[in-house]
């Protein structure tokens, strides 16, 4: 915790720095940090958005969850979600704004390898307890997921292939469901491995279709 938060604003790593602060030595700092972030020497690193990470997922395994969430801001969130999409091809657009006819919507990050769309919303949250903000969350990136899918169809980019489109809410712990009201609940540290097996053809996950929104909408 304290080297997340040392290393907060792109400041370089101080092993001394962080030994004072938890009363250890240099040394011990090292040993511990080294393996963690692949380093021999880690003082005067300047970490990564995924080194941040690595050491927020250990942080919150020894129950830092609160910690964590203050000393990692929204921006290294999203920009975290962006990279792991990008590692497994998928092109990626953050902080999209749709409109339908009565409102706008933001979507955090989009990411696109067709004929599959994620449509993410990165909840940077202190606590797991609260189902009741999930399920407003997941209704709103729902309806957010619809007004995508009306826009990209009346721009001509929706393919002859389809589109599917997942709502997705990806969350700083683990949720106590995957699945809430139809949208996809993901923790932040499981989000690679959901990555590496996703298909728009998966029965189990909550796809939108292109086809049955515009007839919806038609209608």
């Given at each position: 915790?304290?080297?997340?938060?040392?290393?907060?604003?792109?400041?370089?790593?101080?092993?001394?720095?962080?030994?004072?602060?938890?009363?250890?030595?240099?040394?011990?700092?090292?040993?511990?940090?080294?393996?963690?972030?692949?380093?021999?020497?880690?003082?005067?690193?300047?970490?990564?958005?995924?080194?941040?990470?690595?050491?927020?997922?250990?942080?919150?395994?020894?129950?830092?969850?609160?910690?964590?969430?203050?000393?990692?801001?929204?921006?290294?969130?999203?920009?975290?979600?962006?990279?792991?999409?990008?590692?497994?091809?998928?092109?990626?657009?953050?902080?999209?704004?749709?409109?339908?006819?009565?409102?706008?919507?933001?979507?955090?990050?989009?990411?696109?390898k067709s004929p599959m769309i994620l449509a993410i919303d990165c909840k940077h949250w202190e606590s797991p307890g609260y189902e009741s903000k999930l399920s407003h969350a997941a209704e709103h990136q729902k309806l957010a997921v619809q007004a995508l899918i009306q826009q990209m169809a009346a721009r001509g980019e929706v393919g002859?292939?389809?589109?599917?489109?997942?709502?997705?809410?990806?969350?700083?712990?683990?949720?106590?469901?995957?699945?809430?009201?139809?949208?996809?609940?993901?923790?932040?540290?499981?989000?690679?491995?959901?990555?590496?097996?996703?298909?728009?053809?998966?029965?189990?996950?909550?796809?939108?279709?292109?086809?049955?929104?515009?007839?919806?909408?038609?209608?």
């Amino acid at each position: 915790m304290e080297t997340l938060k040392h290393t907060k604003g792109d400041d370089l790593l101080s092993t001394r720095d962080i030994a004072d602060r938890v009363k250890t030595t240099s040394e011990q700092v090292a040993l511990v940090l080294g393996p963690l972030l692949q380093l021999e020497d880690p003082t005067g690193a300047r970490l990564t958005n995924s080194a941040r990470f690595k050491l927020a997922f250990e942080a919150v395994r020894h129950g830092g969850l609160q910690q964590v969430a203050r000393a990692l801001t929204w921006q290294e969130f999203e920009a975290f979600t962006e990279e792991c999409l990008q590692t497994v091809g998928f092109d990626t657009q953050k902080g999209l704004i749709v409109k339908d006819d009565s409102r706008r919507w933001q979507i955090d990050v989009i990411a696109k390898k067709s004929p599959m769309i994620l449509a993410i919303d990165c909840k940077h949250w202190e606590s797991p307890g609260y189902e009741s903000k999930l399920s407003h969350a997941a209704e709103h990136q729902k309806l957010a997921v619809q007004a995508l899918i009306q826009q990209m169809a009346a721009r001509g980019e929706v393919g002859r292939e389809g589109l599917r489109a997942l709502p997705m809410i990806l969350t700083l712990f683990e949720p106590r469901s995957r699945m809430v009201d139809g949208v996809v609940a993901v923790a932040i540290e499981q989000f690679a491995d959901f990555l590496e097996g996703v298909s728009p053809f998966s029965r189990e996950l909550p796809f939108i279709q292109a086809q049955s929104v515009t007839k919806s909408s038609i209608s």
